[in-house]
């Protein structure tokens, strides 16, 4: 019979697990937070320029006030640079990064931005559109979509609940880790 090695929890990471087992390690949200660099990064020139941050939070249902978000950023571009590159955004994420408690807020409108009719689902239809609002290639197909679906959907009723959706987000979490 196989012995099963239990995982080793270092005194930093113990301190810093929250109490739903997000694991928050800074190099698990450097590999996030690239994600997200690389995608709001509209032409890879690796800086997110205003335009391409404003563009990004808009086809997320997340619209700022431009004036306002250039006001915001402005204070985190290097001189001589027109956007954020890597650091800069890093930098400006880590500033206005919420609090533990307000997480599940947070998880909550992500949850809302997908489930764009209100119903307390994520449809294959809705999770298509987003990804299409991203100009995610993942999206094109309604049958990877639904793959995408089923993958998450615990109650097989071919929907995601918020329950769901947050253990997927977390799943992703520790996947990156």
């Given at each position: 019979m196989a012995h099963l090695t239990p995982p080793v929890i270092t005194p930093a990471l113990a301190r810093t697990a929250a109490?739903?087992?997000?694991?928050?390690?800074t190099s698990l949200n450097s590999v996030r937070l690239r994600r997200v660099f690389d995608l709001f990064d509209r032409n890879g020139d690796g800086e997110i320029t205003v335009a391409e941050l404003h563009l990004a939070l808009d086809r997320l249902g997340l619209g700022a006030d431009r004036d306002e978000l250039a006001a915001a950023v402005a204070a985190y571009v290097r001189p001589g640079r027109v956007g954020l590159c890597f650091d800069d955004f890093a930098a400006f994420h880590a500033a206005v990064e919420p609090k533990a408690e307000e997480e599940e807020e947070e998880m909550r409108e992500a949850f809302r931005v997908f489930d764009e009719n209100g119903d307390g689902y994520?449809?294959?239809a809705e999770l298509q559109a987003v990804l299409d609002k991203l100009g995610l290639l993942e999206g094109r197909s309604i049958d990877g979509v639904r793959r995408m679906i089923s993958a998450v959907d615990r109650d097989r009723d071919g929907r995601v609940d918020f329950f769901e959706f947050k253990n997927m987000m977390h799943t992703i979490e520790l996947a990156a880790s």
């Open positions: 109490p739903s087992f997000r694991l928050r390690s994520i449809s294959a």
